[in-house]
């Protein structure tokens, strides 16, 4: 079976890296790489939105550094998820006695269209789930006896790599944090049930010596420190008071022109927004926030009166004025048609910071009060984090006295659990700050989580009206299957054949109460499509090994076993069949001809104008990440991008076909549904 498996690993890893070469960015790869990898390093550490899966980022940022930023090395961090997902999977099925149904099991477990997307895409869910695959093999290890021996049973070795596993895993993917939880229970459970038994002396000492609890916390003060440094200080809303007010006034200008005067301020990260004007109408103040530039837009009539003495731009920061004279060097202005545009030079600010991420910003207040609160931040933490350890410390010590854990496999827990503290405390803080944690589901668990995955499994097919429902009915048969069996072994105390789907199926069940609870006392909503992907592998690795018990301990139940595998890898063979696409992810699938699209839009206007020149193209906000990263490739002309609508006059227009109005389509993209246009010419 061993070169079948092999060719069955090496086929789906093929597909998977086509995937990463062929298929275009998607909105939310794109927008992580202009937020992170295309900035300086440090922006790895910036969680001011939630698109930083931060150890799929880093991974990308070094991969990138070396390799170039192509499709397939930005998503190099999840072909190695992937690489980790298979070499588990296989693994974990060398367990199950009936190798023909192992095989089954190995393509159950691989042939799920949407599973499949995410390792092909520079996200952190493929890396996570390879991470999560892992720490089940080492949990499994850990509570599960081989061939009657007690030799791979109980190693504080196999705990501290199911419990390290897991912890990258939510560094992958905060999403994974309830998982998380899940395996940290049934980690903890095996521990005291381990610890009330009697003969477990032996496999405990068989195992690695650990490192004395002094030693091992040597590195946790400096590495949370440090990490928690870099966090807080890429955060821009740790204060308002790093940065002045801003008030812009234009005089001399009648009540009319003001009217039709816009005044915008661009952001950390060169994104454009209109600034409010005042009630009183004579001027346009911002709020505390980081400010890169500032723009004024005039009627062509309105500016021509700046050029003498009685009309002015003033600029306040803080307290200092900055007023726009003839000839000065404050703004750089440029015709628009019937408008002048005025930009801010880099002379239009207060002494910039030393610090290269808020050296761009104008209204900067001064670095001393910046350090003095980021030093307190990270203080604080490594005073939670302190008292974290003591706690579990304390916990632990009870835990010894009451012969509910042994020092040498609570030691592991602790140290994981801190170090995930330290590595995740500041970030989800944060993003939960920011309200940054809002997608998923309000509907409720069943319907939001499990529903929303089977239904996107089915990868927009359709075999059955309430396909849905036989999947969750399927889902319900095997738990009520596995009650059973874990009932009758209960009777005759013979559990060997139960503690892995037990354990597999605790995961889970630990893991939807982490969900529902989250809910209910923070107001999280519930796991959706993506963020719910876990529940994949661990819901076939149950199905399995349920399937695999039924069939060892009963041998009249092997034919009803196999006819039920048999059929399941059949329709999953077949649905993969009709699934399976080189061009678009399901999540995505809007931004499948994104791409193919910057390309006829340099074909055509080099076509038409010299080389070098700026085009406006303006586009759905759907499509604005993608293009955006696409169109920095051009290197014919100068492509400049513009979300609709936008009060600039716009040269061609990509949008959904269904909002073409008074546009001349140039080509249409079936795929996507969209079109690339023109303004209509007048008749």
Same mark, same amino acid.
């Given at each position: ?9 090496v +086929? ?19 927008a ?35 390799a ?30 009936n ?12 042939l ?29 290890r850990? +509570?599960?006896?081989?061939?009657g021996?007690?030799?791979?049973f ?33 980690a ?25 609890? =002094? ?46 005067? =816009? ?31 500032? =723009? ?16 002015? &731009? ?5 307290s ?42 104008i ?78 589901g ?21 075999y ?10 399927? &889902?319900?048969?095997?738990? +009520? ?11 005759? =105390? ?51 090994f ?10 009249s ?127």
């Amino acid at each position: 079976m061993k070169p079948l498996t092999t060719a069955i690993c090496v +086929v789906l890893g093929a597909y998977v890296v086509a995937r990463a070469i062929f298929v275009p960015l998607t909105y939310d790869e794109a927008a992580s790489y202009l937020r992170y990898i295309s900035q300086d390093f440090f922006a790895v550490f910036n969680f001011e939105v939630a698109t930083n899966h931060f150890l799929n980022t880093l991974l990308t940022k070094l991969v990138s550094t070396i390799a170039g930023d192509s499709e397939l090395v930005l998503r190099i961090p999840s072909l190695i998820g992937y690489g980790l997902y298979l070499y588990f999977s296989v693994q974990i099925l060398e367990w199950v006695p009936n190798r023909a149904f192992a095989l089954a099991g190995l393509l159950l477990l691989n042939l799920n269209p949407y599973l499949l997307d995410y390792f092909a895409l520079s996200r952190g869910y493929g890396l996570s789930l390879g991470l999560l695959m892992g720490s089940l093999f080492f949990l499994l290890r850990f +509570v599960s006896r081989r061939s009657g021996s007690s030799s791979a049973f109980g190693q504080p070795s196999q705990l501290s790599l199911a419990l390290a596993f897991a912890g990258g895993a939510v560094l992958a993917g905060f999403s994974l944090l309830d998982a998380y939880l899940g395996i940290l229970g049934v980690a903890v459970t095996a521990i005291a049930v381990m610890s009330r038994q009697r003969g477990l002396d032996a496999a405990i000492v068989e195992g690695p010596r650990m490192l004395p609890l =002094r030693r091992s916390y040597l590195w946790l003060p400096v590495g949370a420190a440090a990490f928690t440094w870099l966090v807080l200080f890429q955060d821009v809303r740790l204060s308002d008071q790093f940065y002045e007010p801003v008030t812009i006034r234009i005089v001399g200008l009648t009540p009319a022109e003001l009217d039709a005067t =816009r005044v915008s301020r661009m952001d950390l990260h060169e994104k454009w927004a209109d600034v409010p004007r005042d009630p009183d109408a004579t001027a346009w103040r911002l709020e505390l926030m980081p400010l890169r530039g500032l =723009r004024v837009e005039l009627p062509a009539d309105a500016a021509d009166k700046l050029d003498h003495n009685n009309a002015f &731009i003033e600029t306040v920061i803080g307290s200092r004025p900055f007023v726009h004279q003839k000839g000065d060097d404050l703004w750089t202005s440029r015709d628009d048609g019937s408008r002048i545009v005025f930009d801010s030079r880099p002379s239009l600010a207060l002494p910039r910071s030393t610090s290269s991420h808020y050296q761009p910003v104008i209204n900067w207040r001064g670095d001393k009060r910046h350090w003095s609160a980021v030093a307190a931040g990270t203080g604080l933490t490594f005073v939670t984090l302190g008292f974290l350890a003591a706690f579990l410390e304390t916990f632990g010590w009870l835990l010894q006295r009451a012969n509910l854990a042994r020092a040498e496999l609570w030691r592991p827990v602790t140290l994981n659990l801190v170090w995930l503290a330290a590595l995740a405390g500041s970030p989800l803080y944060l993003l939960r700050r920011s309200e940054e944690l809002y997608f998923g589901g309000t509907r409720g668990f069943v319907e939001d989580t499990f529903s929303s995955l089977v239904d996107n499994s089915f990868y927009g097919q359709t075999y059955g009206a309430a396909q849905t429902t036989y999947v969750l009915g399927a &889902i319900v048969a095997a738990i +009520v299957a596995f009650a059973v069996l874990l009932y009758v072994s209960a009777r005759r =105390r013979k559990f060997d054949l139960i503690v892995r789907p037990t354990c597999v199926l605790a995961v889970a069940a630990l893991a939807s109460i982490a969900v529902i609870a989250q809910h209910g006392f923070l107001g999280t909503p519930y796991l959706l499509s993506r963020t719910a992907l876990f529940y994949i592998p661990l819901l076939a690795l149950f199905g399995i090994f349920v399937g695999d018990a039924l069939g060892q301990w009963a041998r009249s139940l092997n034919g009803l076993v196999t006819a039920v595998a048999i059929a399941a890898l059949s329709f999953s063979a077949y649905h993969f069949a009709r699934t399976a696409n080189l061009s678009y992810t399901w999540d995505w699938k809007k931004d499948a001809d994104t791409k193919a699209m910057v390309a006829d839009l340099a074909f055509v206007a080099a076509a038409e104008r010299p080389a070098g020149s700026r085009i406006v193209l303006g586009v759905d906000p759907t499509y604005s990440a993608a293009t955006a990263f696409y169109s920095q490739r051009v290197t014919t002309i100068s492509i400049e991008m513009d979300t609709i609508p936008s009060p600039r006059a716009l040269d061609f227009f990509y949008v959904d076909e269904r909002n073409v109005r008074s546009l001349t389509v140039i080509k249409k993209y079936p795929v996507a549904g969209t079109v690339l246009a023109r303004p209509a010419r007048p008749r």
